[in-house]
């Protein structure tokens, strides 16, 4: 069974652009969760979708928004980059059930901003 | 609200020796607990879940944590640390609200020495 798959796995931007990333979860999975990783802050909750409507959000400025598609694919849109927003985003797929489920990880979008 | 607190950034162990890792959970509900491990440029790979099953869980590759309510811990050991141990693991709690996200600690990076 295929793992979560993210891509682009290495992405370079400057301040002011925006930014795509793309996750297809593990087949039958319906929950697609974002979230950040960076060495000051750690891993921080970004938002949660479970099909096709945002079930949860982390505390995030309006610049980070998703969305999921009836495959339970999920997008990662970021707009107006700034230098803080250089991190790991990782996706994660669950069956979506109450959080007793465990996330199955990608290997992650390595964002980095100039 | 739920949060976990990971004593000790940095823990090394000799080839061989037991190993320990920290977690302490804070929460107002029953909470599911879980311990991933991340690689170098990869990501979170689930070594184990509490769901209030067992009080004992036994994960992947000897990893196994126990549930102390009284204590509010769920800390991670292994009784013969490998050098293929070496990576960073982290402690997380989610809620049984429904909500899909996990709160996550701020990581153990764990060094084994030959």
């Known amino acids: 069974k295929a793992g979560v798959t993210q891509t682009p796995r290495y992405l370079i931007k400057t301040r002011g652009q925006q930014v795509t990333l793309s996750c297809s979860p593990i087949?039958?999975?319906?929950?697609v969760s974002w979230y950040q990783q960076t060495p000051g802050q750690g891993l921080q909750f970004l938002f949660e979708y479970f099909s096709e409507t945002q079930r949860n959000k982390g505390n995030f400025p309006g610049r980070f928004s998703g969305r999921q598609f009836s495959n339970s694919r999920s997008e990662m849109n970021v707009s107006t980059l700034e230098l803080g927003d250089s991190a790991l985003y990782l996706c994660?797929?669950?069956?979506?059930?109450?959080?007793?489920?465990?996330?199955?990880f990608g290997d992650g979008t390595r964002l980095s901003i100039l | 609200a739920q949060s976990v607190t990971q004593l000790g950034s940095h823990v090394s162990v000799s080839e061989g020796a037991l190993v320990l890792l920290r977690c302490n959970y804070s929460s107002s509900v029953p909470p599911y607990l879980f311990w991933y491990v991340q690689y170098p440029n990869q990501g979170l790979q689930l070594l184990l879940k509490?769901?209030?099953?067992?009080?004992l869980v036994k994960g992947i590759n000897g990893f196994e944590a126990e549930f102390k309510k009284s204590e509010t811990s769920f800390h991670l050991t292994k009784p013969s640390a490998h050098m293929s141990d070496a990576a960073e693991y982290f402690c997380a709690v989610s809620d049984q609200t429904g909500a899909n996200n996990l709160f996550f600690g701020t990581g153990t990076r764990l060094t084994v020495i030959p």
């Open positions: 087949s039958g999975h319906r929950s």
């Open positions: 994660a797929s669950s069956l979506g059930t109450p959080g007793n489920q465990p996330q199955h």
């Open positions: 509490y769901t209030s099953a067992a009080t």
